[in-house]
Every structure is written in C-alpha cells, then in structure tokens.
C-alpha cells in the first residue's frame, strides 16, 4: 500500500524533496495543514503566526510543518537535476518577536556527517541587525546537531539526517534570514563582473565571454586574465571552476 503522503509528493523528483516526512502536517485526504500555535512569550504578548518564505534568488524551503511549541520541521526541495541530493537551505523567517527562540529541524538531508557536529553554524542574516549597526552575516545558532532520523530514503536503504538548531530573535518586526552557508548568488555574479568590466584598465588583460548557457538558462561565462604580449602556446594555463554547487 502506497502511504498517503507520496501521493501529496506525486511530481518530478528530480526538482521536488521526497519522501516527506512529518505526518502530523498532512491529514487523511493528503492534504496539508498548516499549524499556529497560539502561544504566549514570557512578556504575557499573543504570538503571532510565523510566516516562512525562499521565494527570493537561490532560496530553498519547500515546506514547513508545526510539530509542537516554536518547534518547525523543514524540507528541503532537491538540488536541480539530481536523484534526491538535498544540501543547500536558504529561506527567511517574518513574525516573530524578540527574545522569542524557535528550533528548526530540515529533516531531509543526505550527507552521513557534517561540520555542523564539529562546530559550524547556519549563516544568519538580521535585516534589522544591518540596518541599525551595518551587520551583515554571520554565523550563529544554539543547541546544533546533525543526525540520523527514521525517515527512508525513497528506493534506498538508507535514512536522511536531521539538521537541529535553535535561534533567539533580536528585534521585533525583523525579517531573518538563514542559509548553509554566505550565498553568492548568479545576480551577485553579474552585478560585480559588469563592475569589472567598467575600468578601463581590466580590458587589457581581462577577457569575458559565454561558453553556453545552464539548464536555467543563465550564461557561463569564461573570465580569462592574461597578459597579450606572449603567445598563448608559451603560457602554463590555470583553470578555477566556481559556482557549480546550489547556492
């Protein structure tokens, strides 16, 4: 029998998370429920909702569900155009009032170990934080663990593992934002390469072309550095290949 969640998943695993999860998010007909827990903090205010969002340039979340009080399990969509390789997150957290902690549980990565069992944190990024002290991001979280759960990989035998961290928001009315690690993203690329190109010293040693396009559709571009005055047969060439990885 076909457990009732994978009909909700029903669609191209090779862009969507699988095998998901939390079955206390999904109820008989297979459709999500959404959970908000009407708490109060420890200033006696009523809580608000708390709002999830990745829909921004290299963000991933595909979905949250509310598994108890200020506890959030994560899923992550698959990187584009693989077998179920989810790594990268990136997505941004609104509502929540300061000095109010939420634990986060991305509950459907695959890499059996991790530098977060040996010390790195999640990137975090305060939008009031900038605004008010030009604080960019740095890495931050309490009580972080990386582990195995009991969720099986779909057609595998093996299990995802579980990403755990806390955070303490700062500030009231703040947009927060978290990733695996800094993100660069292509815009971050191409805004600083038209940076280059507007010296007018870069084009004599600097060279720009495209060598096709990915899947998205977004060029990839050769950056060549060269001195003109020698012959290219007589030069030892260097190749640096970045941004291959999500994020």
Request: hydrophobic letters at 30%; one cysteine or more; proline letters at 2%.
């Amino acid at each position: 029998m076909v457990p009732y969640y994978r009909k909700f998943l029903n669609f191209d695993r090779r862009y969507f998370a699988t095998a998901v999860i939390d079955l206390k998010g999904i109820n008989r007909k297979g459709k999500l429920q959404q959970h908000h827990h009407n708490s109060e903090s420890a200033t006696g205010r009523d809580l608000k909702p708390v709002e999830f969002d990745s829909n921004f340039e290299s963000g991933n979340l595909f979905h949250v569900y509310n598994v108890g009080h200020d506890h959030y399990e994560l899923v992550l969509q698959n990187d584009i155009n693989t077998r179920g390789n989810n790594q990268w997150f990136f997505f941004r957290v609104k509502n929540v009032q300061r000095n109010r902690t939420l634990r986060f549980s991305i509950v459907n990565l695959i890499k059996s170990d991790s530098l977060f069992n040996y010390g790195m944190k999640p990137t975090v990024f305060s939008k009031v934080r900038y605004e008010r002290r030009n604080i960019g991001w740095i890495r931050e979280g309490q009580k972080i663990s990386y582990e195995p759960n009991q969720i099986k990989r779909e057609c595998k035998e093996t299990h995802f593992y579980t990403l755990n961290f806390e955070y303490k928001f700062q500030h009231d009315d703040d947009t927060v934002y978290f990733s695996h690690s800094y993100p660069y993203t292509y815009s971050d690329l191409s805004n600083y390469l038209t940076g280059v190109f507007a010296r007018k010293e870069v084009g004599r040693s600097v060279t720009l072309k495209s060598l096709g396009r990915t899947v998205g559709k977004n060029r990839i571009d050769l950056l060549s550095v060269t001195s003109k005055k020698n012959s290219s047969k007589q030069k030892k060439i260097v190749w640096i290949l970045a941004r291959q990885h999500p994020g």
